[in-house]
């Protein structure tokens, strides 16, 4: 190899290299880093739908999330690690807030500000489609859904299914 070469190939690899390390220190991962424990509990932290076939379109799982602690709870952000998998919190007042899906990925505001009383709970329905990824998205997922307190505690939930055409 030439001088020129050597020079280039270096050049690329210090790129590469740079590109690497500016992603990873810019935070773009879908799940929330760090974070302590919530005073929110669910009643199951995790559900599989077995075998699911994309023909047969969406499915959704309804978890209960709970305040287990002696002071009120604020819900502050709801999202999920794919922009397959949305949720919906069925607040207080009846109403049905959401979506709420992935950060950055076309998702509305992951913004949430549900008061929940000591001792209450809150419906959560989280909704998969296995049509989202097409003929790539077929085999095994598992997926997360992220719910943050306004004290920066964390609940993390996951889906798992098999997807099959």
Known sequence: MDLKTIAISA?????????????????????????AQSPLTASELQYDFGTISMK???VSRTFTIRNGSD????????????????????????VKKGPFGMP????PSSKVGE??????SRSLEVVYDPNAHGPAGVGSIDRFIYLADET???LTLEIKANVTP
């Open 115 to 120: 008061r929940i009383p000591s001792g209450e």
């Open 11 to 35: 050049a690329l690899i210090a790129g590469i290299g740079a590109l690497l390390f500016w992603g990873r220190a810019s935070g773009t991962s879908a799940a929330p880093q760090g974070g």
């Open 152 to 154: 920066g505690g964390q």
């Open 71 to 94: 002071a009120e709870v604020v819900l502050s952000d709801i999202s999920t690690s794919c922009m397959c998998t949305n949720a919906y919190l069925l607040a207080g007042d009846g």
């Open 104 to 107: 950055g990925h076309g998702a």
């Open 56 to 58: 047969d379109g969406l």
